[in-house]
């Protein structure tokens, strides 16, 4: 029988291996964003295979000029269509690339728009009727997922709407994925049972739930999950 034992010094640095591999996910995900800004908006800008979800989110803010938070805005054709149906929108819409925060400027000059992670909008003191995550939990670890639906409760005044989407799937099955550009980012796939059970956890209300199949390529389908929720009281 053979006993194998660890040191204390060497759990911290299996630790410190695994956050600077975690840093380094995001620092190149980042960088990818930024980078191809300009192509992604020339390909998801006029995109509509989601706007009944952004109906739904519409619908449920039943406030008359509601501020609202997105995060991860990229170069703004959410917060585009969103304007579009509810001019009335109040919208701060946050991205930690540059170049995409340049481009939602230019699409959207009535928003408001800052750089920021949205790992960090707990740093955040304002109140908000509704927040939009378009796509972000891709590019998010579970444990940061969770984190974003902890603080966005936070961030909501009473009765207030969260939106999200992610990609379903196998978590152990996340990786690196390359796109056309030939530059990669680091894909997160997420399960909905999780995500629920956290929802409930930090008093959100689920009121509906919507799948889209979504052509990955020529022969593949993903399964592209929304889950909208309310805070509750």
Known sequence: ???????????????SYQTKSLMDRYKI????????????QEKFMAIAIYNDSYDTFCQEIKKVAPKILEIGCGPGNITQYLLHERPDFQIKAIDVAPNMLQLAKINNPSAEFEEMDGREIHQLKEKFDGIIVGFCLPYLSKKDAVKLIKDSFQLLNENGILYFSFIEGD???????TG????????YYHQETYLKR??????????K????????????LQIHS????????
């Not at 056309?180 to 894909?187: L, N, T, Y």
């Not at 929304?226 to 009281?233: L, Q, V, W």
């Open 1 to 15: 029988m053979f006993i194998i034992t660890f040191k204390l010094s060497d759990y911290q640095i299996i630790n």
């Open 198 to 207: 956290a929802l409930k956890q930090h008093n959100f209300e689920i009121l």
């Open 171 to 177: 978590y152990e099955h996340s990786g690196y994925e």
């Open 29 to 40: 995900t980042f960088e990818t964003w930024n980078k191809i800004a300009a192509l992604y």
């Open 209 to 220: 739930t919507i799948h889209k199949d979504y052509p990955k390529g020529d022969t593949e």
């Open 180 to 187: 056309s550009s030939e530059d990669k980012v680091f894909v």
């Open 226 to 233: 929304i889950i909208i929720a309310k805070k509750e009281g």
